[in-house]
């Protein structure tokens, strides 16, 4: 099986180039599945995909505003005179098996947007039109990642959640040559 290597929190991890269905059939309880996929952007669940959080470097838990300019952390048991935007954002992916909502964290939804979470930050509270056209921009790009898969019970239902552990525009000659070797095989 043809494989990406991918640096994760300084150790590397072998991953499996796999279409969405074969990679939820490979899932089970035991253990997550980590899987790379070339795939596109279909659609960005804009309401709730950005929040308010602490600014404490170690802290990224949401604020609530306690006044017209105090923010209140509960973890950190702390009031602040700002916050930080972050980014959990909930997209739908395409690939030639089908479709999957896939969670990206903020790194990695600032690189499929192209902006920081500040910068959205700003045009949502500024201009809310540029704001949402800042989110359609990559609607329908083509997307590289690595992404974890596992099960997950909430409520008594059982549902495989997908996140993703990096994302990049793909390399069209490294993709070339991975199918190639692919079709090398038969």
């Given at each position: 099986?043809?494989?990406?290597?991918?640096?994760?929190?300084?150790?590397?991890?072998?991953?499996?180039?796999?279409?969405?269905?074969?990679a939820?059939?490979?899932?089970?309880?035991?253990k997550?599945?980590?899987?790379?996929?070339?795939?596109?952007?279909?659609?960005?669940?804009?309401?709730?995909?950005?929040?308010?959080?602490c600014p404490?470097?170690?802290?990224?838990?949401?604020?609530?505003?306690?006044?017209?300019?105090?923010?209140?952390?509960?973890?950190?048991?702390?009031?602040?005179?700002n916050?930080?935007?972050?980014?959990?954002?909930?997209a739908?992916?395409?690939?030639?098996?089908g479709?999957?909502?896939?969670?990206?964290?903020q790194?990695?939804?600032?690189?499929?947007?192209?902006?920081?979470?500040?910068?959205?930050?700003?045009?949502?509270?500024?201009?809310?039109?540029?704001?949402?056209?800042?989110?359609?921009?990559?609607?329908?790009?083509?997307?590289t990642?690595k992404?974890?898969?596992?099960?997950?019970?909430?409520?008594?239902?059982?549902?495989?959640?997908?996140?993703?552990?990096?994302?990049?525009?793909?390399?069209?000659?490294?993709?070339?040559e991975?199918?190639?070797?692919?079709?090398?095989?038969?």
């Amino acid at each position: 099986s043809s494989g990406i290597n991918a640096e994760y929190g300084g150790g590397s991890m072998e991953t499996a180039v796999k279409s969405f269905v074969d990679a939820k059939a490979s899932i089970n309880e035991a253990k997550p599945e980590y899987f790379s996929n070339t795939c596109v952007l279909t659609f960005i669940k804009k309401d709730n995909c950005m929040y308010k959080a602490c600014p404490s470097a170690d802290c990224n838990k949401k604020v609530t505003q306690e006044g017209e300019s105090e923010y209140r952390c509960e973890k950190c048991n702390r009031s602040y005179p700002n916050f930080d935007h972050r980014l959990m954002m909930n997209a739908k992916f395409a690939d030639s098996s089908g479709v999957e909502w896939i969670t990206l964290f903020q790194e990695n939804a600032e690189k499929l947007i192209g902006k920081t979470s500040s910068e959205l930050g700003a045009l949502k509270e500024s201009d809310e039109e540029a704001y949402e056209r800042a989110l359609d921009t990559p609607l329908f790009d083509k997307f590289t990642m690595k992404i974890r898969g596992k099960l997950e019970t909430w409520n008594d239902e059982t549902r495989i959640r997908m996140s993703a552990l990096h994302v990049e525009q793909p390399d069209v000659i490294k993709e070339c040559e991975r199918l190639l070797s692919e079709i090398s095989m038969f």
